[in-house]
């Protein structure tokens, strides 16, 4: 029977891992801190160790890890403040992998039953260690960000091209910056182009370089970024928007590692790994015969998938306070958001994605009365947002269209959806949880609209 030690700072969560692992037919042991885990895995003998990454104590998960490298125990990490740096560094200390709380249960029993099984088969460790990455500037530690802090982790000695999807604003080239970074090229450049950005000559140009007299204003000869990153990474965005005669040769060089000036003859080998970068979708490019299917499969080694901000709402917080902290260090300023405004920020939909939400934080930060945010700043299409979908939870989607067909101001939309809820809801408790206010501020706001208290 396979033995198994889960670590954990929480006896409960230890006994539910007991539970869940002793129904797989697996001997268990538990412990609640380091020092204690340390000592069952000197004891031995063991076949699998699932900790906690953070321990609440001086010792964490990763020096787990390392205790429990070189008596051949594979090791399971769970975090709920994941980040890419504790994903990278898991790797590079040969975790056989880690989850993200909360997990699924389903789940972490195939990954430990994975791992048992390896043990049994191989049970061989990594002996090269890759250079440690910088510091990422990836906030989020939900489910899906996870998700993709593992997948690029595992990219660490990988020079296999990547494809990056995702909305615009979502961070696309931040992921493959932090790919680049945690990779064995980290030291060499990192070149980044819009290819959605240059006519078909000029992007070629800038790719591939050209000699002199090859066109109208090549007055001498350029190597193209190509060749500035070898060695490196070169990021290709807006992947999507490039023409059919370009495909061909960008197809060419990833199949042959070589690259050809244009106007030139002369055919020079290169050593550049190539990450690309689209909002649009591929694969039905491909069918419509817009995109390359050779290409696309080129491109599309790894596919990594950025999710969007509605997507993992729960990284909203970590964000906001991330950009307000970067936005106040910048202005030497110090910035608040009042609690109702954070809790319409969160809960607006962000089309526009991270990039939307930096660039509205920025916006009122030098535009918020003194020095704290509060909902009056907020624009007029977040709030009009949020209270949209207020009024769909307060079933009144069939008043919507009376509320706003002669396109009222903010303020006397907001009078009449409040009258509409007064009209549905007697409880002033039930009132402001739809607005997402406190009692006071609905009071304040009654008042303001000429609503008495038993109206």
Known sequence: ????????????????????????????????????????????????????????????????????????????????FGTLETAIEAVREGAFDFLSKPWNNEELKALVSRALARRQSSGQSRTQEPP??????????????MAVYKTIASLQNSRATVL???????????????????????????????????????LESELFGHVKGSFTGAIGEKPGLFEEATKGTIFLDEIGETSPSFQVRLLRVLQEQEIRRVGGNRTIQVDTRVIA????????????????????????????????????????????AHFIEEIGQKDSQSYQVHPEARRVLEAYSWPGNVRELRNAVENLTQLCRGREIIVDDLPAKIQADVLKKALRRADGAEA?????????????????YIQLLIGKHKEKQRISEILGVDRTTLYRKLKRYGFHEGD
């Not at 910056?177 to 990779?183: K, Y």
């Not at 919507?400 to 009449?416: A, C, F, G, K, T």
Request: glycine residues 6%; aromatic residues 4%.
């Open 1 to 80: 029977m396979a033995r198994v030690l889960v670590v954990d700072d929480s006896k409960e969560t230890c006994e539910f891992l007991e539970e869940l692992l002793e129904s797989m037919g697996l001997e268990v042991l538990k412990a609640t801190d380091p020092d204690q885990a340390i000592a069952l895995l000197n004891a031995g003998p063991l076949d699998l160790l699932l900790s906690d990454i953070n321990l609440e104590a001086k010792k964490d998960g990763l020096d787990l890890l390392r205790a429990a490298k070189p008596l051949g125990v594979d090791t399971i990490l769970l975090s709920g």
């Open 277 to 320: 970068a689209t909002n649009r979708d591929l694969q039905a490019m491909v069918k419509d015969g817009t995109f390359r299917e050779d290409l696309y499969y080129r491109l599309s080694v790894v596919e990594l998938a950025v999710p969007p901000l509605r997507d993992r709402r729960e990284d909203i917080p970590a964000l906001l």
């Open 400 to 416: 919507l269209p009376n509320l706003v067909e002669d396109w009222p101001s903010l303020d006397e939309l907001e009078r009449r």
């Open 164 to 202: 990056i999807t995702g909305e615009s604003g979502t961070g696309k080239e931040l992921v493959a910056r932090s790919i680049h970074l945690s990779s064995d090229r980290r030291e060499k450049a990192f070149v980044a182009v819009n290819c959605g950005a240059l006519t078909e000559t000029l």
């Open 132 to 145: 440690k990455a910088k510091r990422s500037l990836m906030i989020g530690s939900s489910p899906r960000m």
